[in-house]
Structures are given as structure tokens and as C-alpha cells.
């Protein structure tokens, strides 16, 4: 099957995928029954409005710089909290950080695309720092999809970053290999598949993303769980994993159709030409130092996904760092904020860069 066969506006289809997320959420409650929700640090509400939540975590040194952490708008923000032990927040705040993450809600109807996540919210997210902290700049950190708008808010907010650190977020769409190949040969034409949906269900995005990279979402994480069979830190870590898999939401119709169509499709932000507000943007606008972490052997976001943006940011300061891979991760591509050997040698590298920079 791909997206062509699937006729995703078909009205039949539209309410089976609806009824999949239903059903995909009721077996993520069943999971959290059995033990594997998160387990999260405290944190306050700083800033709401429609479609983002800021949370505040509390940190005794007054003067700590700030970081913005920007998880990606399909799935629910824990990933970067999900047990002590491997949590991206608690290792922020280790090393000295005010720390802050935007939570994106699904509250925002379809009209809301990159420009209102990657500019105007995380903009409303500084400002709120700001009053909290007395922080005008603020570093920020972003997975994924995450990593796009944190790379387009660096772009137009140069005087407010003071670093960009990008985790596995594919900024170039080579359409002649890899996974961003096969999206753009299964996906069809984005308009009118938001139009049928008008918040498109994440198990969409779920079949999407596993036609595209079959192996990466769905034998990796079959291997991974056999591999964590007599070690029971790596399964408790690999099965909250797959209980945050089930917490996806809707994304707006206007975000999935620009990310389809924007960037995915016609490569915008590589090549300058994404629009944001009155501006055209791309890597040249990007001069906060710059640190990028890539998984060499991901399907996912392939190496040259983020090197060729890496290459071409205006940073004067830059390093790239690979990450090696995890046993107990569930999906390799979430490794870097999960994974055991990321919170024990990628991390640590990251903040000697970061100290470099400040």
C-alpha cells in the first residue's frame, strides 16, 4: 500500500484514520497502566495560548543562562523528560541552565502553519523568558521537527539567539535518495489531503513516515526490543518510548501542507527561499553558533539532510557531532535524547561546545 492507494481524502478513509488515532491513544492509556508513562521533572506554566504551552523548570542559580527547547510538533514534549536517568531537561539543568520548553497543543485549528511555530510562537516563548529571566538572548535546542523551527526562529531572530543546537532535523531534501525521496514519491499533492482532514490525524503521518522507512520504523524497533530481552533498564527506557509513540496529535492542515509541500517538496529552506512574514529565508541568515548532531546510519534523516545546511549557515562558530546509536531506544531517530550512551558521551560534548561559545 502507499499514500496513492490509500486515497487519504477518501470519506471512509478520513473516519478509519480517525478511528485509528482513537484507538492508538486508548492503547497508549493501557501502556501507562502497565508502568511506562513518563516520569517527569516539575515544572511551572510560564506562557499559554493557543497551540503552545511554555514550561518553566526550576533552577536556584539566578544568573544561569537560558535554552529554549523545541520538540516537534507531532508528538507529545516528555521525550525530552522521559525518566531521570535519560532526561534532556534534568541534563540541561545539571549544567547550569535556566530551562524552558515549548509544548505544542492541538488547539489551534488548521490555519496555523511554520511561520506561526517557528517565528511567532517561539517568539512569544523569548519574550516570556525574558520577563522570567531578565534573559535577552536564550540558546535553542530542537529535535526533528523541532530542529526546522528552531533553525527558521535562529533565522529571523538573530539578536535573540545566542546559540542553535539541532538534533536529527532534516534541513535538505535531496530527492534523489533516502527516506525524503520516498515521502515525496508516496506523498501526494499536501492541499488537498489537509483540506480533507483539516487537522491531519498523526496516524497519518504514522503511515507516512513508515512506507517512506520501513526498516526504521518498523524492524529497528522489533530488533531493539529483542535486543533489550534480559536487560530491564534498556526495555523500561524502549517501552515508554513506544508509549510516547502513541501520544501523537493532530497536525494543523496549513503546517502538514507547507512541511509536504515547502519543504519537503520544493526544498525551500536549503535554498533560501522560504517565506516567513516579509522575509526570505534559509541557511545564510542563520550567524548564531551552530552545533548539529547526525546519526550517520539513519534512514531517517539521512547524513546530507543536515550537512549541507551545516555547510552553508553563515555560523561562525560551528561543529557537527555524530551519534553512535543506543540499545533500548524503541526508534533510533530518538536516540540522542533517550539513549544511555547519548546521555553519557554525546551530552557531556555538547556542553563543552556550548562553554566554548558562551
Known sequence: ?????????????????????RMRQARGKMLDRLGYGPQETPYTVLHTEPGLILRKYDQANADAPAVLLVPAPIKKAY????????????????????????????????????????????????????????????????????GILAAIFGCTNADAVRAVVLLESPLHFRHDLGCFANLV?????????????????????NIVSAMAAPHAFQMERLIDRAMCMGNPEALGT???????????????????????????????LMRGKLRV?????????????????ADPRSAVIPLHSMQAFYDAAASEHKQMLHYEG?????????GVLVGKSAHQRLWPAIFDWLNSVE
Request: aromatic residues 10%; charged residues 25%.
Open 1 to 21: 500500500m502507499n499514500a496513492h492507494t490509500f486515497h487519504a481524502t477518501n470519506p471512509f478513509n478520513v473516519y478509519a484514520l480517525k478511528q485509528m488515532d
Open 326 to 334: 543506543d540499545i533500548g531506544v524503541n526508534l533510533q531517530h530518538v
Open 79 to 146: 521525550i525530552w523528560d522521559l525518566l531521570p536517568q535519560v532526561s534532556v531537561v534534568r541534563r540541561w539543568m545539571e549544567h547550569g541552565y535556566k530551562v524552558y520548553m515549548a509544548e505544542w497543543t492541538p488547539d489551534t485549528g488548521p490555519n496555523y502553519g511554520l511561520e506561526d511555530y517557528g517565528d511567532r510562537l517561539l517568539s512569544a516563548c523569548r519574550q516570556a523568558i525574558e520577563e522570567d529571566s531578565g534573559e535577552e538572548q536564550v540558546t535553542v535546542a530542537g529535535h526533528s521537527l523541532g
Open 277 to 293: 512574514g516579509e522575509r526570505e529565508i534559509g541557511p545564510q541568515d542563520l550567524k548564531a553558533p551552530l552545533l548539529t548532531v
Open 238 to 268: 524502549h517501552m515508554r518510548v513506544e508509549r510516547w509513540t502513541h501520544d501523537e496529535f493532530p497536525l494543523p492542515g496549513k503546517l502538514f501542507t507547507e512541511v509536504v509541500e515547502s519543504l519537503y517538496r520544493h526544498d525551500e
Open 185 to 205: 514519491h508516496t506523498t501526494p499533492d499536501a492541499r488537498p489531503i489537509a483540506q480533507a482532514f483539516s487537522e491531519v490525524p498523526g496516524v497519518f503521518l
